[in-house]
């Protein structure tokens, strides 16, 4: 298990108490979750909380922190003779709590006993965690989920919202361990191949470098669709591939790239159009990016150029600010320009959108796409964010406009049916907010056309 240094868990837990006015606070691990049967789990992932702070990628773990009086207790169990039969020599709480810098360790039923009615604690987000907290507190399941520290909160967003410079390499590493999985996936993209052959690749490639996936890949002829994780369609010539991915590093660090390439190898002229204007997106919002700006600003400013090249090419018409305000956009682009990353893909998501990127003053509007962005609000150098601009062609939801005489006076319908099959695309990056602007993480991914037809050569 690799850690970060014990000083750099204690200078987080040193910074979390600094802003709590008193009072106990658990941070929870998370357990092992059976899949069929009790000794046949899911892979364990640890509650990013509780590595941001402990770092011990184990289950069955928790930890209270006193603002009153600094003390800080891990709570486990050491593993007995017939535990060690099955799994090996394993270290003890009191090792492993030397290695984060924690003197005090109880065993895990200790916990019981030791919490009060008063405990302050993020949201429960898994079942089982919501239960142990209702029995050991005495509250019902609704109490639970809803009687959360805001306080709390708070401050492990603003702690885990800028990163430092050993997140920031961490993060370096999953998002080139990401760009091996896009190029190999591009290099085996063919006609007649099955879906599920290039996510074999993608998966195999991440196990190469002792990886896991940051979430389940999308990789799909049917771009227009969000988050299509059905992998059974067979490649055509005149498709475009789409594909989601990233590595999870063994910290625990995600990577998020998108890329669309043509199954031809080649793009055709109503492709190269539109990626082209994609790539315009992507590539200028990330260069106007900097501290201060409301990302919620770049969402609108992507919208802005994607309609100005709609128009261009007849398929909107109209004044572009106008449908920009009104959110025409959201026919082409139903979903955000970006969100937080860093120990989870959708950073602290756990945590509520509402506290993680958005703030007092600032609503999440109600239009198509702009609804759907999870990071609103300015940016603070040390964020790492994605930058995803898409423009997709869903039949189903054109149809439905069209119907309802949504926009006729901006939307061209008729042009439009000429797009029902062609998919989607999107492209994406992670971006490090430096103090004068930003930075693409990794070393450089393929994305141009030529490019991308250039790995065919």
Known sequence: MRLFPAETYKKRREQLLSQLNGGVYLIMGNNESPMNCKDNTYRFRQDSNFLYFFGLNIPNVAATLDASTGNVTLYGNDFSVVDV????????????????????????????????????????????????????????????????????????????????????????????????????????????????????????????????????????????????????????????????SGAENDMCYSGDITRTIPVSKRFSNQQKDIYNLVLKMEEDCIADLKPGLLNRDSHLAA?????????????????????????????????????MIGLDVHDMEDLGEKYVGYREGLERSTQLGLKSLRLAKELEEGFVITVEPGIYFIPELIKKWRAEKMFTDFINYEKLENYYDFGGIRIEDDVLITAEGSQVLGKRIPKTTEEIEGLHC
């Open 85 to 244: 039969i099955w799994m090996g020599q394993q270290a003890t709480m009191k090792e492993l709590g030397a290695q984060v810098g924690v003197e005090n360790t109880k065993p895990f039923s200790a916990l019981a006993t030791d919490l009060k009615n008063d405990v302050n604690y993020l949201p429960p987000y898994r079942h089982d965690r919501v239960i142990f907290l209702a029995d050991i507190l005495k509250k019902s399941t609704t109490e639970i989920s809803s009687e959360f520290s805001v306080p709390l909160i708070e401050a492990v967003v603003k702690l885990r919202s800028v990163k430092d410079d050993l997140e920031i390499a961490e993060m370096t590493e999953a998002v080139n361990i990401s760009r091996e999985l896009h190029i190999n996936a591009m290099q085996i993209v063919a006609s007649g191949k099955k879906e599920y052959e290039i996510v074999a690749e993608i998966y195999a490639t991440a196990k190469r470098s002792n990886c896991y996936l940051a979430y389940p890949a999308i990789c799909t002829v049917n771009g227009q669709t969000l988050h299509n994780h059905y992998h059974g369609n067979t490649l055509q010539e005149s498709d475009l591939f789409l594909n989601d």
């Open 303 to 339: 919208n802005r150029i994607m309609l100005n090249g709609l128009k261009e090419q007849g398929l909107v018409k109209g004044d572009v600010d106008t449908m920009v305000e009104l959110g025409v956009g959201g026919l082409f682009m139903p979903h955000g320009l970006g969100h």
